[in-house]
């Protein structure tokens, strides 16, 4: 008994001290709201899901749905840190590819104050191992992390296939 209970403070501690997703130093300004197809890869399983970011008086929601409109993640970013939106249980998943598109979808102007450590290529942007974005145009991009883990996103409307 007393080993799992151990087990279970080592994992909820790992957890804890688990890396966070690197956020923008300040907000970056965005056209919003913004409406995105995701593809999720991984281990040649795909899941589709629909993205809404919105503006509100204290940051941004995020609201994320499977293709029948079913939440699969709502969070808000209010003053650099996320926050639950709803009854969902947290998804920390959610909360990193959440902060990946914002990091994808920072104005180049905005990017090297937002995200010091971040390279850019031509058509390219990274920040360390953690993320690879690469755009196909200016709307739509794959987005890289690790463990083989692959997004392509597109804009909800005048979508391009992955």
């Not at 995105?36 to 509100?56: C, G, K, P, S, Y």
Request: a negative charge; glycine letters at 6%; one cysteine or more.
């Amino acid at each position: 008994m007393i080993g799992r209970w151990l087990l279970g403070a080592c994992l909820i501690l790992l957890c804890a001290c688990a890396s966070k997703a690197p956020l923008p130093e300040r907000s970056p300004h965005l056209m919003l709201p913004i409406q995105l197809h995701i593809v999720r890869e991984q281990a040649e399983q795909r899941q589709d899901w629909l993205l809404v970011i919105q503006q509100e008086t204290a940051g941004l929601r995020w609201s994320m749905m499977d293709p029948l409109g079913i939440p699969v993640a709502r969070q808000r970013l209010v003053d650099g840190a996320w926050q639950a939106d709803g009854l969902l249980p947290p998804n920390p998943q959610a909360r990193e590819l959440f902060a990946a598109l914002l990091f994808a979808l920072t104005p180049d102007t905005e990017l090297h104050s937002n995200y010091p450590a971040a390279l850019v290529h031509t058509d390219q942007r990274d920040i360390g191992k953690r993320w690879h974005i690469k755009y196909r145009q200016p709307q739509v991009f794959d987005v890289y992390m690790e463990q083989g883990l692959t997004y392509h996103i597109s804009p909800l409307t005048g979508e391009v296939s992955p």
